[in-house]
């Protein structure tokens, strides 16, 4: 590691007040300063805030702080109850030991698991902007089919993210400047375009105090995630729902995918392709026609197109209680 200094926050103001980089749980952003892929100048130790804490809202929804551990909130009675795609997505994530000491706004942060971005001897546009994307003719397994750009086909890690997305969570931040802002998790991430090192909305110094969840959804949920192996592997294609069906049609979808893109992926085509329809395979189809209109593959990973396919008709079908 490079040499930074140290202090540790007693307030979210103080801590933004404090100019340098937060950390929490540090699963992620250690192993990054320890390859010298961060090298952040000063650390501001949030991890002692009172942002903790799940709390029911007068409006039926959930505030979530970003210091509650991924383990304590998929264990939240609240959230298996009410929001079970988010347990299930948290419980699919990581191993125990780092679920118990990652956060909720780490997990917002965390960055790809692209191997280029983890080898400073290649060339990573991410890492390095300007430098290319040896990931494009290299080993690409893992990396995105949708919404990438020339200059780079890293995918979002987080499972947590992608039920989120389905869940139309909104992060709530504290700038530099004191202000509040409220974000909608679907405006937070940015798609790599010509500034893949730039994945979030955030403004340098602002701080992630809150996610807030809507009243639960109606209709069933669950979250599916397809790996190398059971536990402790990222997601090849993940898939979060939430949908309803009444009277013997779906009327209402959101849907969101993990390991497909640079960020949780929700495209309002395959919604709108399910709803007002009997469930039936054929309607799932279309809809996985309607999400994977513009994937592509780079070699290694044209694979994940038909499997994205068959995991999203797979949900579909335990989702709605079709049968094939």
Request: proline share 6%; aromatic share 6%; hydrophobic share 45%.
């Given at each position: 590691m490079k040499t930074f200094t140290y202090s540790r926050a007693e307030s979210p103001e103080a801590a933004v007040a404090a100019g340098g980089r937060f950390i929490a749980g540090g699963t992620n952003l250690l192993d990054l300063m320890k390859l010298q892929i961060e090298t952040p100048e000063k650390l501001v130790d949030i991890s002692r805030l009172d942002l903790a804490r799940v709390e029911r809202r007068g409006d039926g929804g959930l505030t979530i702080g970003a210091l509650?551990?991924?383990?304590?909130?998929?264990?939240?009675?609240?959230?298996?109850a009410d929001y079970p795609v988010l347990s299930r997505a948290l419980l699919a994530g990581a191993s125990g030991q780092l679920r118990n000491k990652a956060t909720t706004g780490g997990n917002?942060?965390?960055?790809?698991?692209?191997p280029y971005f983890y080898d400073t001897a290649m060339a990573c546009n991410k890492r390095d902007p300007g430098a290319g994307c040896s990931a494009m003719d290299g080993f690409n397994r893992n990396l995105a089919v949708l919404g990438t750009s020339a200059e780079c086909i890293a995918t979002n890690p987080s499972d947590m993210a992608v039920a989120l997305r389905a869940l139309d969570a909104t992060i709530v931040t504290l700038t530099s400047d004191g202000d509040k802002r409220r974000i909608a998790i679907g405006d937070f991430y940015r798609l790599p375009g010509d500034t893949p090192h730039i994945e979030t909305v955030l403004r340098p110094g602002e701080l992630i105090t809150h996610v807030e969840l809507p009243a639960p959804p109606a209709g069933a949920q669950g979250y599916?995630?397809?790996?190398?192996?059971?536990?402790?592997?990222?997601?090849?294609?993940?898939?979060a729902g939430v949908v309803a069906v009444a009277d013997g049609k779906i009327v209402s979808a959101a849907l969101a995918f993990g390991g497909l893109a640079p960020m949780p992926w929700r495209d309002a085509a395959v919604e709108a392709a399910l709803v007002g329809q009997v469930p039936n395979d054929a309607v799932f189809a279309a809809a996985a026609d309607a999400l994977l209109a513009g994937a592509k593959g780079?070699?290694?990973?044209?694979?994940?197109?038909?499997?994205?396919r068959r995991t999203l008709i797979a949900t579909l079908r335990t989702l709605t209680g079709a049968v094939a």
């Open positions: 509650v551990p991924n383990s304590d909130l998929a264990a939240d009675p609240q959230v298996i917002l942060l965390q960055r790809t698991r692209c599916r995630k397809v790996r190398d192996r059971a536990s402790y592997a990222f997601a090849l294609v993940s898939v780079h070699g290694a990973n044209d694979f994940k197109i038909p499997l994205a």
